[in-house]
C-alpha cells in the first residue's frame, strides 16, 4: 500500500512539474508575442517617434498615465519650455473601455500593435493626449528637422531630386493647383485644430525649390520669412523673382481656408 501512495506521489509531482512548464513555456510565447508586436517599421518615419520607452504625464511634471514604446508614432504640439504636448489614436477593443475612458493596466493598441500601456486609467480626448519632454522625441523624426539639416549639409541644395528622401520619409502629398507651382506638403494634426491647415509646404517650380510654407519655427539660412496671417509664415529664396507675389499667392490661400 505505501509502495502504491509513493507511486502516486511521484506520478502527482511530475504532472505538476509538466503542468508548470507548459505554463511558462505559454508564458514565454506570450511575452515573445508582445515583443514582436512592439517592433515598429522605422521607414518611412512619417512624423514624430519617441525615444522610449516614455512616461507619459496628465501634466508638465505631473502623474505618468501611460508609457509607451521606443519608436511609437505620435503626434504633437510644437514644444514650450521643454515639454511637448502628444497625443495617439488607439484602436483597442471596446472592453478596454469603460464610459469614455482607457482602463488602467490596459495595453494600448494602434492598428493591432502593442505601442504601450496605461497605468492610471486615461480618458479619451479625440485620443490620448498627454505631456513628454522634447529629448523624448527623436530629433530626426521632427520634419522641420530634417529640412533644417538639409540645407546645413547642402546650403544651395534646392533641386526637387535633392528632396525626394524627405518627400518619400514623411510621405508628403503632392498638389500642383497653384499657378505652375507644385507644393508637397503634409498637414498639422488633431491636437493642435480638429480642421487642421498645412504644417510643411515644400514649394517648386520648374523643379527647383522656391518656397517653404511652415506653422512652426524654421530657419533657412540665406532667406527672407515672411509673414502671412493665421500664425502662418512663408519663407522665400533671395535668387526668387516675384517673391512677393508668392507670398500673395499663398496669403491668399491661407485665408480661403476660413
Not at 81 to 95: A, D, K, R
Not at 203 to 229: C, M, Q, W, Y
Request: net charge negative; aromatic share 8%; hydrophobic share 40%.
Amino acid at each position: 500500500m505505501k509502495k502504491i501512495i509513493i507511486i502516486l506521489a511521484v506520478f502527482s509531482l511530475m504532472s505538476c512539474l509538466s503542468d508548470k512548464k507548459e505554463k511558462e513555456g505559454d508564458s514565454e510565447k506570450e511575452e515573445q508575442l508582445v515583443n514582436t508586436e512592439q517592433t515598429i517599421d522605422e521607414e518611412p518615419i512619417l512624423g514624430e517617434r519617441v525615444e522610449g520607452p516614455v512616461s507619459v504625464r496628465d501634466t508638465i511634471d505631473g502623474e505618468v498615465i501611460f508609457i509607451l514604446n521606443d519608436n511609437v508614432l505620435i503626434e504633437t504640439v510644437h514644444e514650450e519650455n521643454g515639454w511637448n504636448v502628444i497625443g495617439i489614436l488607439p484602436t483597442n477593443p471596446e472592453s478596454d473601455f469603460e464610459d469614455g475612458v482607457l482602463k488602467k493596466g490596459v495595453k494600448i493598441l494602434v492598428d493591432k500593435q502593442v505601442v504601450g500601456k496605461t497605468t492610471k486609467e486615461v480618458e479619451l480626448m479625440m485620443g490620448l493626449v498627454g505631456y513628454i519632454q522634447k529629448e523624448n522625441i527623436k530629433p530626426n523624426t521632427i520634419i522641420e528637422n530634417a529640412i533644417m539639416s538639409h540645407f546645413e549639409e547642402n546650403k544651395d541644395s534646392r533641386e526637387f531630386v535633392n528632396f525626394k528622401k524627405i518627400i518619400s520619409n514623411f510621405k508628403l502629398q503632392k498638389d500642383d493647383q497653384f499657378d505652375g507651382m507644385t507644393i508637397y506638403y503634409n498637414y498639422e494634426n488633431w491636437i493642435v485644430d480638429p480642421s487642421p491647415m498645412m504644417r510643411i509646404g515644400l514649394v517648386f517650380k520648374n523643379e527647383r525649390l522656391i518656397a517653404v510654407l511652415h506653422s512652426r519655427p524654421l530657419v533657412i539660412e540665406g532667406t527672407k520669412d515672411n509673414k502671412l496671417d493665421h500664425a502662418f509664415d512663408c519663407i522665400t529664396f533671395k535668387d526668387v523673382e516675384n517673391a512677393d507675389r508668392i507670398v500673395k499667392i499663398f496669403n491668399h490661400f491661407v485665408n480661403s481656408g476660413d
